[in-house]
């Protein structure tokens, strides 16, 4: 931003204005004054005159505060004008920022679960491979405490091997779900809701609207990540016993709401950052998200993001 440089007094309005019009009121009182003493006798006519000048007075302050004050207020509304639409543009900046980070944060984990999967899903079928290869080594071995133990070896490492394996699948399913590269939310929702509720022991439902759309790639996958963020706070602070995962399209917007029985929302733990990270995703495709109690007890997460405004920027 430019520097401001001082103004010398005759080029500062709020110093000329107030300079000139005591100049020009006091010189108007002090010669009206004379001029009435010197060429009128008649007192009564002295006293009309004065209380008319006096009002004229009054009346042209009162044109020169509204003529000043008016012009202020429309300076004063031009930079509130000014300062909305710079922070409007400044909004708009940041949803375009926090909508290029969250593709590539998208494109971040795309790439990890790809690598994952590909090269150390790889290299752990190849060393099952080998480790079955050696256990059969092992088994025409002469019999003896060595080979035994060979074979046990083997054995235990090829039973590790399996469980990197299942590891890595489902860390990069975690990543990336399978389901979202066909875009199908209501499908994700559902394996994510399944994948918790064995570990968190709650019973869970998933409604998805009959003929709901196909939603854009930016809208499934907010949507996705919203529902999982708020299904994992469940399963760590809810200790709820029921959830319910509703999407539905509303008023041209894909709305999901993700319900619980729990203890309700309030506490301290409950995770602000991933409250924060679920606002971003919609705030960066001109929707919301809300957190309020449920009817009788428990916690809603809804999620509310239009599909017109997030294919424009999706376009974009």
């Given amino acids: 931003m430019p520097l401001s440089v001082a103004r010398p007094w005759w080029r500062r309005p709020e110093l000329i204005i107030p300079s000139a019009y005591l100049a020009i ?23 009309r005159l004065e209380i008319e000048k006096d009002l004229l007075f009054v009346a042209v302050t009162a044109l020169l505060l509204y003529g000043g004050l008016r012009a202020a207020l429309e300076r004063l509304q031009a930079e509130a004008r000014r300062r909305i639409d710079a922070e409007r543009q400044f909004a708009a900046e940041l949803r375009r920022l926090a909508d290029r980070l969250a ?97 968190a022991g709650w019973r869970g439902s998933l409604r998805v609207e009959a ?20 299904l994992t706070n469940v399963a760590r602070h809810a200790e709820a016993r029921c959830v319910e995962v509703a999407l539905r399209l509303q008023d041209g917007a894909a709305v999901l709401e993700v319900e619980d029985d729990g203890i309700g929302v309030g506490r301290p733990e409950a995770g602000s950052l991933g409250l924060l990270g679920m606002s ?35 376009a974009s």
């Fill in 25 to 47: 009121a006091g010189s108007w009182v002090a010669l009206s004054d004379q001029l009435i003493t010197d060429h009128v006798k008649d007192p009564a006519l002295v006293q």
């Fill in 103 to 199: 593709h590539a944060r998208e494109e971040e984990q795309a790439c990890i679960a790809r690598d994952l999967h590909d090269d150390l899903g790889q290299l752990v079928t190849g060393l099952s491979l080998t480790l079955r290869s050696s256990a059969r080594l092992a088994a025409g071995l002469p019999a003896g405490p060595a080979a035994t133990t060979l074979v046990e070896l083997n054995q235990m490492s090829g039973e590790l091997a399996k469980q990197v394996l299942v590891a890595i699948q489902r860390i990069a399913a975690g990543l990336r779900p399978p389901s979202l590269e066909q875009l199908d939310v209501g499908v994700a929702l559902g394996q994510e809701l399944r994948r918790l509720e064995g570990r």
């Fill in 211 to 230: 003929g709901l759309p196909d939603l854009p790639g930016p809208v499934a996958t907010a949507l996705f990540r919203i529902g999982q963020e708020a």
């Fill in 280 to 314: 971003e995703r919609a705030t960066a495709l001109g929707g919301d998200v809300t957190v309020r109690p449920g009817p009788a007890r428990g916690t809603i997460v809804a999620a509310r993001i239009p599909l017109v405004q997030a294919g424009q920027q999706a």
